[in-house]
């Protein structure tokens, strides 16, 4: 039945923002500045290197240092541009997941509703599995528990999980994939805590496993009326990345005894904070997962995620 409330109302169905907010003007001016700048418009209209427009991801690089205050700066060779973090997402299981290989995807529950049709376009139909989450967060220890169900199944059948992908020296195929909204969860709201997070790339690192989060609203934070804010500076992450935790926890992907690819890939977008139609993000992991991203090859027939190379693709960091 229709309202006949005389107010306009707000469909909270969809995360659609309010018109009025969207940045036309400013992206008006950037687009006339880049366009009358012969040094930033032709390299941006012509083919690109595989990562992406050098420029852009040096300065998403320095941005992502500045909120979220890593022990060491994040350097632009961690990060592969894209055309947002759902792309994002099917990317990184194109590149380093297997239907047949990878044993399942855990996904923490509740989760957005559009990943889970991402993953079974990826062939994961039926190895989706659900980990709810409790006060902290997505719950490790019963995650703990089924991985370990999971791996001793497929210890005993190892014989009949065949890698149907072919073997890259860029890339791996990983035996689980993890998925995840750390901050401020969609559609839960929850945030995980530091705790918790370090635990869970632990709990991966132990079982080959990749997780991916989507960090898109992390910069969405505001200070609520009455109550103290929780972070002290706005304009500062409230916690680190699990991508963070992976690269700084015990010499990150780069310990003795790891492959260098690490056990995390944090997709950002700039739908979130510039416009839903601003179909650019970016996925951010350890310098040989960014590179292997970057050859995602449906997205890359001679272009990497962003824009198209001229070149062969350059050795792998």
């Known amino acids: 039945m229709a309202s006949k409330s005389p107010k306009h109302q707000i469909n909270l169905l969809r995360g659609w923002p309010n018109q009025k907010l969207l940045p036309i ?10 366009l009358s700048n012969p040094s930033i418009a032709i390299p941006g209209l012509l083919y690109g290197p595989d990562l992406g427009y050098g420029p852009l991801r040096e300065e998403i690089a320095r941005w992502l240092t500045e909120f979220y205050a890593p022990s060491s700066p994040i350097t632009a060779s961690r990060i592969c541009i894209s055309g947002g973090a759902s792309q994002n997402l099917a990317c990184v299981l194109q590149t380093f997941s ?37 006060e902290e967060g997505l719950d490790v220890g019963l995650l703990r528990e089924e991985i370990r169900k999971s791996d001793a199944v497929a210890s005993s059948m190892e014989g009949d999980r065949p890698i149907t992908k072919p073997r890259r020296t860029w890339s791996k195929i990983y035996s689980h994939i993890i998925y995840a909204v750390p901050t401020f969860s969609n559609p839960s709201s929850k945030t995980m805590s530091l705790a918790r997070r370090t635990e869970l790339i632990h709990l991966a690192r132990e079982h080959d496993a990749l997780i991916i989060t989507d960090d898109v609203y992390d910069f969405l934070q505001w200070p609520v009326s009455g109550k103290a804010s929780p972070a002290a500076d706005m304009g500062k992450a409230i916690l680190p990345r699990l991508v963070d935790i992976d690269r700084e926890l015990n010499g990150g992907a780069e310990r003795e005894g790891a492959d260098g690819f690490g056990n995390a890939a944090s997709n950002g977008s700039f739908s979130k904070i510039v416009g839903p139609g601003v179909r650019t993000g970016w996925s951010e992991g350890a310098e040989k997962l960014a590179y292997g991203l970057s050859m995602t090859t449906t997205s890359r027939p001679r272009s990497g995620p962003s824009t198209p190379p001229t070149t062969a693709p350059s050795s792998p960091p």
Do not use: H, S
Not at 98 to 112: E, G, I, S
Not at 114 to 127: S, T, V
């Open 25 to 34: 003007d400013d992206l008006k001016a950037a687009t006339t500045t880049v």
């Open 98 to 134: 297997d239907p047949l290989y990878t044993r399942n995807v855990w996904m923490v529950a509740p989760t957005y509703f559009l990943a889970c049709q991402i993953f079974e376009d990826a062939g994961f139909a039926g190895k989706l599995r659900a980990v709810p989450e409790d």
